[in-house]
């Protein structure tokens, strides 16, 4: 029961990322747990919404050299490079082991060319548990960063029509964009024009850290990508103008989020989903805490759908405003309670 008085479990939670119904809006954030097995021993990740896969690329990757990792302030810096061992090992292993488990899975996709994404898509045509395709063209892992396609609105739209023209119409591609770029809505409209059904906000900053130790980069690669609490204001801002100027685009919001609130920010900006990612690497129990806080947090403010509070920050303030069916007042948010220790990245 929460302080309005309304029982948690009351809240429906269900929501849509384009043909794609979820039970929830509580995602795993590619890249942070594999394909779901190195969390399934803390919860059973059939309970999210579903699970977003590490990037896969047709051919087997090594990634970059190490060091990968450097702590930073409330967050941390990687440079992983999109290792992985490539599309038929995903398919023969990890798709099954989510679908045998009920998982539904979003694929992250990743290539160097627009020829690649779009051979990547076919091949993943009609596996079971597979509800969608989050199209990265935003990694800043990359040596070359002319592959990073999602800093050009053109770029974005050819690999995103590629991936469009090789998938079923009934799964949404979800294309996941890059901040580092001075307007993402022009590169959010491009997407869609080309035929994205959502779109996921937002993949890491690009970042560096300098050893004054050793007075050289502490990444092997020099550069890699800043996630964690540090980035959350950025993603949210993100996130509120792609809603702001496309209202009836689903998004994937993502991006330092550790506690339910953290996840009410994004849905109160327009997102109709979030994919928790970094927070596992100090609770990897983190997803599914996440979806009991957001939960609370919705009723305890009058929402019994999240689909009446996606996006409910941009209606004009009024006073006495409640959302509907409030039972009450709503109580102050407090201080999120879990953090990222000072010594986990």
Request: hydrophobic letters at 45%; a neutral charge; proline letters at 9%.
């Amino acid at each position: 029961m929460t302080a309005a008085g309304v029982p948690a479990a009351a809240c429906d939670l269900t929501t849509q990322l384009g043909a794609a119904r979820l039970p929830n809006p509580v995602l795993t954030a590619s890249g942070c747990a594999a394909a779901g097995q190195e969390l399934h021993r803390f919860f059973d990740v059939a309970e999210l919404g579903a699970v977003v896969t590490k990037s896969v690329m047709l051919a087997p990757r090594a990634g970059r050299p190490t060091p990968r990792m450097a702590e930073t302030p409330s967050g941390m810096l990687n440079s992983i490079g999109l290792q992985g061992p490539g599309i038929d090992p995903f398919c023969e292993h990890d798709l099954p082991w989510l679908a045998e488990r009920g998982a539904r899975t979003v694929v992250s996709i990743a290539g160097v060319t627009v020829d690649e994404y779009a051979e990547l898509a076919a091949r993943l045509r009609g596996h079971p548990g597979v509800v969608g395709l989050e199209v990265n063209i935003s990694c800043p892992n990359v040596e070359d960063r002319g592959q990073v396609f999602a800093c050009d609105p053109e770029a974005a739209a050819r690999v995103v029509a590629a991936v469009r023209r090789e998938t079923s119409p009934m799964l949404p591609v979800l294309a996941k964009l890059s901040p580092d770029v001075t307007d993402i809505v022009t590169i959010a409209g491009s997407c869609v024009d080309a035929g994205a059904d959502g779109l996921s906000l937002v993949n890491t900053l690009l970042g560096m850290v300098i050893d004054t130790g050793t007075l050289r980069p502490a990444l092997a690669g020099r550069t890699g990508g800043l996630s964690g609490p540090a980035i959350r204001p950025v993603a949210v801002r993100c996130v509120w103008q792609v809603h702001a100027a496309l209202p009836h685009i689903p998004i994937l919001g993502m991006g330092g989020i550790m506690t339910g609130l953290d996840a009410l920010q994004f849905v109160l900006a327009g997102a109709s989903a979030v994919s928790v990612g970094t927070a596992v690497f100090a609770d990897p129990r983190a997803p599914v805490r996440v979806l009991a806080e957001l939960r609370q947090a919705l009723v305890a403010r009058g929402f019994l759908r999240l689909a009446d509070a996606v996006g409910y920050a941009h209606q004009p303030a009024q006073n006495g405003l409640r959302p509907p069916g409030s039972p009450g007042t709503v109580p102050p948010a407090r201080e999120p309670a879990h953090r990222l220790p000072a010594d986990t990245p």
